[in-house]
């Protein structure tokens, strides 16, 4: 198990475009985090948790801690893309293990997105 481990960071510091794909990729959940963690305010009221075009009501309520859940996703999210990502790079080579980091980066941006909107939603209501 060491030197499997040791072995793929080798090849993943052999691989400077890898390499900084996935420090950009955690530098933005970590960014993410912090910044979506900081606008979350504990309050009594609910929060719309999510949209949906089918149903009755169109947003659907929760409460505040739902949002932390947003926070710990973009986390899980960013080390997971970057485990598989290395380990894609050791199996199937450099291209695939590059599309799956700019997935990740994606993923990342598309919750960012979805977590500041559902945020700036609760001014309106």
Request: charged letters at 10%; aromatic letters at 12%.
């Amino acid at each position: 198990m060491k030197t499997i481990i040791i072995k793929s960071l080798k090849d993943l510091i052999a691989d400077r475009y890898l390499l900084a794909l996935l420090s950009v990729l955690l530098l933005l959940a970590l960014t993410f985090a912090v910044v979506i963690g900081l606008s979350i305010h504990p309050s009594e009221r609910q929060l719309i948790s999510h949209y949906s075009a089918f149903g009755i009501t169109h947003f659907y309520f929760d409460q505040w801690f739902y949002m932390l859940s947003f926070v710990i996703f973009g986390i899980a999210a960013a080390v997971m893309h970057i485990v598989v990502a290395i380990k894609l790079l050791l199996i199937k080579g450099h291209s695939i293990a590059v599309m799956y980091a700019w997935f990740g980066i994606a993923v990342i941006l598309l919750a960012w997105k979805t977590a500041s909107t559902l945020l700036n939603l609760r001014t309106l209501l």
